[in-house]
T-cell receptor, first 113, second 112 residues
């Protein structure tokens, strides 16, 4: 099993450009999550999904959109990138109930110039 | 709201030293508590967890006890190794769902 995979690993964008980050999991997990990691702030939840076709806002959703068309994939979109979105983005998945472990991908390092 | 506070780093120790990383939380209800570890250049991995008061989570020589009376979940290890050098995150999930709230992370550096 590959677990949770993310593409791309690195990306540099100019302000105003758009891009999509792809997350895939092969563990048949119901829940999927997108986090951003900034120095000294831990990870903050951007959006999450509790099942195919569902999405919900997390702690810092502004400037991002998501889609969960297939159970195994969770896409994070930036329509008009801003320098404040420079960060490391992590995708995670879990079975869903409280106390269940979240499995994390290796991360995508995004720089917005 | 929910929040997690952990000691700021970096924490620098010599090999075989005793480790404590403090973590306290604020939450409604009865959250589950976690410690995750992030090795350089990698994603986060679950180190240990506890789902109810007085539970002790343990893994790879690390331990943490869920203390509801002090709202704490301190991470300890009796003898650290160079390979334990990483960033450690304390986190909780609120009862109504499985969304993690993280502390800011503590970088541990272990010198030979």
């Amino acid at each position: 099993n590959a677990g949770v995979t993310q593409t791309p690993k690195f990306r540099v964008l100019k302000t105003g450009q758009s891009m999509t980050l792809l997350c895939a999991q092969d563990m048949n997990h119901e829940y999927m999550y997108w986090y951003r990691q900034d120095p000294g702030m831990g990870l903050r939840l951007i959006h999450y999904s509790v099942g195919e076709g569902t999405t919900a806002k997390g702690e810092v959703p502004d400037g991002y959109n998501v889609s969960r068309l297939k159970k195994q994939n969770f896409l994070l979109g930036l329509e008009s990138a801003a320098p404040s979105q420079t960060s490391v983005y992590f995708c995670a998945s879990s079975y869903g109930a409280q106390g269940n472990e979240q499995f994390f991908g290796p991360g995508t390092r995004l720089t917005v110039l | 709201g929910n929040s997690v506070t952990q000691m700021e780093g970096p924490v620098t120790l010599s090999e075989e030293a005793f480790l404590t990383i403090n973590c306290t939380y604020t939450a409604t209800g009865y959250p589950s508590l976690f410690w995750y570890v992030q090795y350089p250049g990698e994603g986060l991995q679950l180190l240990l967890k506890a789902t109810k008061a007085d539970d002790k989570g343990s893994n790879k020589g690390f331990e943490a006890t869920y203390r509801k009376e002090t709202t704490s979940f301190h991470l300890e290890k009796g003898s650290v190794q160079v390979s334990d050098s990483a960033v450690y995150f304390c986190a909780l999930t609120r009862p109504a769902g499985n969304m993690l709230t993280f502390g800011g992370g503590t970088r541990l550096m272990v010198k030979p």
